[in-house]
């Protein structure tokens, strides 16, 4: 395994101290839900997360009409503690997404404790070594990175406490120093914590974008959306409810320029969780407001970003399809 390269220094610091609060702010509650990923071969990719990434099959509906337009044979949601982290929707007619185009830059798996999250970086050790990209010390947590069998970012991280980040101005200071994985699995691993690897909780903490420009990233995702501008790297954005270091990141390090999605693998769908129904509502004003098309099935809310990366927003508690 190598290090992550560096990415950025720490955050500038432009943004007031104080939180902002008020109807154009997203709701401090907010959290994010399993990702949908199209894939070429479902086999395939659910023995990875299942196998390689410990998660368990959580369910597997019988095939229907593609909620996202494209017709599919079946899906497959796994997670962890009965909470999904990725739907995997088999749509194996469409192409291969180029490097330079948006889409997913990776899903962020948060887990409450380092053994749980140094047991799943062995699992993968072991069995997928060649899927490992990097390890970093952002500050703010220790992560790291892999990519699926369909070329598919993913991030295994662990957050140091609260009050062990350090804000200046409004902006969380965030960095990418090295990270030893061999030292780490050495601190954290042990033949108990790998003999329940994937018997942890998990949750999907973040979701990274990759997108055409980043002033259009913050006209949507905050002027629009309303979600808060916690640090911006050079070509990134980070962005977060309620405190939190960032909830989602938009960066064009790989596809600066980069217009509308054509219909491809990868990203299907990044899911919202709002805390009540008034606050889908409150967002379906701001979106009507500012021209961007909106489906409401009466369970979730569905739009586009400018780069055709379809998001949902549901209220907790609520079962979309």
Same mark, same amino acid.
């Given at each position: 395994?190598?290090?992550?390269?560096?990415?950025?220094?720490?955050?500038?610091?432009?943004?007031?101290?104080?939180?902002?609060?008020?109807?154009?702010?997203?709701?401090?509650?907010?959290?994010?839900?399993?990702?949908?990923?199209?894939?070429?071969?479902?086999?395939?990719?659910?023995?990875?997360?299942?196998?390689?990434?410990?998660?368990?099959?959580?369910?597997?509906? +019988?095939?229907?009409?593609?909620?996202?337009?494209?017709?599919?044979?079946?899906?497959?949601?796994?997670?962890?503690?009965?909470?999904?982290?990725?739907?995997?929707?088999?749509?194996?007619?469409?192409?291969?997404?180029?490097?330079?185009?948006?889409?997913?830059?990776?899903?962020?798996?948060?887990?409450?404790?380092?053994?749980?999250?140094?047991?799943?970086?062995?699992?993968?050790?072991?069995?997928?070594?060649?899927?490992?990209?990097?390890?970093?010390?952002?500050?703010?947590?220790?992560?790291?990175?892999?990519?699926?069998?369909?070329?598919?970012?993913?991030?295994?991280?662990?957050?140091?406490?609260?009050?062990?980040? +350090?804000?200046?101005?409004?902006?969380?200071?965030?960095?990418?120093?090295?990270?030893?994985?061999?030292?780490?699995?050495?601190?954290?691993?042990?033949?108990?914590?790998? +003999?329940?690897?994937?018997?942890?909780?998990?949750?999907?903490?973040?979701?990274?974008?990759?997108?055409?420009?980043?002033?259009?990233?913050?006209?949507?995702?905050?002027?629009?959306?309303?979600?808060?501008?916690?640090?911006?790297?050079?070509?990134?954005?980070?962005?977060?409810?309620?405190?939190?270091?960032?909830?989602?990141?938009?960066?064009?390090?790989?596809?600066?320029?980069?217009?509308?999605?054509?219909?491809?693998?990868?990203?299907?769908?990044?899911?919202?969780?709002?805390?009540?129904?008034?606050?889908?509502?409150?967002?379906?004003?701001?979106?009507?407001?500012?021209?961007?098309?909106?489906?409401?099935?009466?369970?979730?809310?569905?739009?586009?970003?400018?780069?055709?990366?379809?998001?949902?927003?549901?209220?907790?508690?609520?079962?979309? +399809?």
């Amino acid at each position: 395994m190598t290090e992550h390269a560096t990415l950025a220094t720490t955050a500038t610091t432009t943004q007031p101290t104080t939180t902002p609060v008020g109807p154009d702010v997203i709701a401090a509650g907010t959290e994010m839900d399993a990702v949908t990923l199209r894939v070429g071969d479902l086999d395939g990719m659910t023995a990875y997360y299942r196998d390689t990434l410990a998660l368990q099959v959580l369910d597997t509906p +019988a095939p229907a009409d593609d909620v996202l337009g494209i017709p599919s044979s079946a899906s497959v949601t796994l997670g962890r503690a009965g909470t999904p982290l990725v739907v995997l929707r088999h749509t194996p007619n469409l192409p291969v997404p180029g490097r330079g185009e948006a889409g997913l830059f990776h899903t962020a798996i948060l887990f409450d404790e380092e053994p749980a999250l140094a047991a799943t970086v062995a699992s993968i050790a072991m069995q997928a070594t060649g899927t490992y990209t990097g390890s970093a010390d952002h500050l703010v947590s220790k992560a790291f990175y892999f990519t699926d069998p369909e070329g598919n970012g993913i991030e295994l991280y662990w957050d140091r406490s609260r009050d062990q980040w +350090a804000w200046e101005n409004g902006f969380v200071k965030m960095d990418s120093l090295r990270l030893d994985p061999n030292e780490y699995l050495r601190e954290h691993v042990t033949d108990q914590v790998l +003999a329940e690897v994937g018997a942890k909780p998990a949750a999907v903490g973040h979701v990274h974008l990759q997108v055409g420009d980043v002033e259009g990233a913050q006209r949507f995702y905050v002027d629009t959306l309303g979600f808060e501008v916690t640090a911006t790297w050079p070509g990134a954005l980070f962005v977060s409810a309620g405190g939190y270091h960032h909830h989602l990141a938009m960066n064009t390090w790989n596809s600066r320029g980069a217009g509308p999605r054509a219909s491809s693998l990868g990203l299907g769908e990044v899911s919202i969780v709002v805390p009540t129904a008034d606050d889908v509502a409150a967002l379906t004003s701001r979106l009507t407001h500012a021209g961007v098309a909106v489906t409401d099935d009466g369970a979730a809310l569905r739009f586009q970003d400018p780069w055709r990366n379809l998001l949902k927003v549901t209220a907790e508690g609520t079962t979309a +399809a």
